[in-house]
């Protein structure tokens, strides 16, 4: 690790020392600052986590330690989990796919990469998440979609399909497993960060036989111009072990951004975006920074 990244990791060391002691004597936020500052209180982090979870069930929330449970949230919904997310690839391998980088503001950029098929640029990721967002009528409308894409037609259903399902159950059945891709894998939280009002991301990594990652080795699934700057690896939490974290220092002023862009920045008729969207739009965020690292963040809103 770079001097640099050294001296920048151990400021922010430092600064979470005076975050959390400061935490103690801040009030938890009661009134709504979505649209003006792009934060949320810890009710709408729980609202906009039913969502996730709701949606996208590789999501999951997590009581945590009981001795470590904030009074603020419900002590089942101390924070969001996904587990064995995998990651094929490290971001290095990445850079001769990158198109761009747009510089957001100061330290903070969003990357640009071909392997998503999106341009991970501010307004980009905005669009694409309301392509993502597929709303429908009603429930059943949305059912009824996933069944036809999921049945088969018979009548046009030949023989030489039927050699090929066949060829297929019969490499299942004899697979014994040592032709399974192994790759490494990640469990991700999402945590609410009571100091500056937004989610937080957390890490855990496994290598390829499911042993703990060691920092270095994380650091190669984080884009560097964030990896040497705003991850930090400290004390979950929630928990009892230590997770790699990427400061939320500029979380809200990013997400603000965002919720600008959905809403016509103030120009024209103004458009609405739910609260309980945000982690759907912060995920869409956060992929920039752990491009590799394949959780899920689409859904379809009734």
């Known amino acids: 690790m770079s001097s640099s990244s050294t001296k920048g990791s151990t400021s922010f060391r430092a600064f979470s020392l005076f975050k959390n002691f400061a935490e103690y004597f801040i009030d938890v936020p009661k009134e709504s600052h979505f649209y003006e500052r792009g934060v949320l209180t810890p009710e709408e982090f729980v609202k906009a986590g039913d969502l996730l979870v709701s949606k996208c069930p590789t999501w999951s929330w997590s009581s945590g330690e009981e001795s470590k449970r904030k009074d603020y949230l419900p002590s089942d919904k101390q924070f969001l989990i996904t587990r064995n997310v995998p990651c094929l690839r490290r971001c290095h391998e990445l850079i001769e796919l990158a198109k761009e980088e747009e510089e957001v503001e100061d330290d903070w950029s969003l990357t640009h990469l071909s392997h998503t098929k999106e341009k991970e640029e501010i307004g980009e990721i905005t669009s694409n998440l309301q392509n993502d967002l597929v709303i429908h009528d009603s429930k059943e409308e949305a059912e009824e979609e996933d069944e036809d894409d999921d049945i088969i037609d018979i009548n046009n259903y030949n023989e030489e399909d039927l050699e090929d399902t066949i060829k297929d159950k019969n490499v299942l059945e004899t697979n014994t497993g040592d032709d399974i891709l192994?790759?490494?894998?990640?469990?991700?939280?999402?945590?609410?960060?009571?100091?500056?009002?937004?989610?937080?991301?957390?890490?855990?990594?496994?290598?390829?036989?499911?042993?703990?990652?060691?920092?270095?080795?994380?650091?190669?699934?984080?884009?560097?111009?964030?990896?040497?700057?705003?991850?930090?690896?400290?004390?979950?939490?929630?928990?009892?072990?230590?997770?790699?974290?990427?400061?939320?220092?500029?979380?809200?002023?990013?997400?603000?951004?965002?919720?600008d862009r959905l809403t016509g920045g103030g120009q024209g008729e103004k458009q609405y975006v739910r609260v309980d969207l945000y982690l759907f739009l912060f995920l869409k965020f956060i992929s920039s920074v752990i491009p590799t690292v394949e959780y899920d963040f689409t859904t379809q809103v009734d």
């Not at 960060?193 to 036989?209: A, I, M």
């Open 182 to 259: 192994k790759t490494r894998t990640y469990d991700l939280s999402i945590t609410y960060d009571k100091y500056y009002q937004t989610p937080r991301v957390w890490l855990f990594g496994y290598d390829e036989r499911g042993a703990k990652l060691e920092t270095e080795k994380i650091l190669e699934d984080i884009h560097a111009d964030y990896s040497n700057k705003t991850v930090t690896i400290e004390q979950h939490p929630h928990l009892l072990s230590q997770w790699a974290s990427i400061h939320p220092c500029r979380h809200a002023e990013v997400m603000k951004k965002m919720i």
